[in-house]
């Protein structure tokens, strides 16, 4: 079965960055778009980057300029280069990848941004 999961996150200070990876298994990960989402306290969840099998990517307007997605198909895994990082940017991330209008999700990985 499809299997998604995430590593990187951690507590950084105001201005740091992080590297989050998501390691697919189960899928032919190549062929299908792969997308970040995060979801604050108290907030819903929300997208923050997408990439497409071409590697087209699209971003969240909070995150543009400072966020990069980016994927590595010989090792099944996608990446999100987080830089400049907030205090509002603190939320737990999650890897997606819809197949066949099915959603399925990692387990998440928290990521807190403070001083």
């Known amino acids: 079965q499809v299997q998604l999961v995430e590593s990187g996150g951690g507590l950084v200070q105001p201005g740091g960055s992080l590297r989050l990876s998501c390691a697919a298994s189960g899928v032919i990960f190549s062929i299908y778009a792969m997308n970040w989402y995060r979801q604050a306290p108290g907030k819903q969840r929300e997208l923050v980057a997408h990439?497409?099998?071409?590697?087209?990517?699209n971003y969240a307007d909070s995150v543009k300029g400072r966020f990069t997605i980016s994927r590595d198909n010989a090792k099944n895994t996608v990446y999100l280069q987080m830089n400049s990082l907030k205090p509002e940017d603190t939320a737990v991330y999650y890897c997606?990848?819809?197949?066949?209008?099915?959603?399925?999700w990692g387990q998440g990985t928290q990521v807190t941004v403070s001083s």
């Open positions: 990439i497409t099998s071409g590697r087209s990517t």
């Open positions: 997606n990848v819809k197949i066949m209008a099915l959603d399925y």
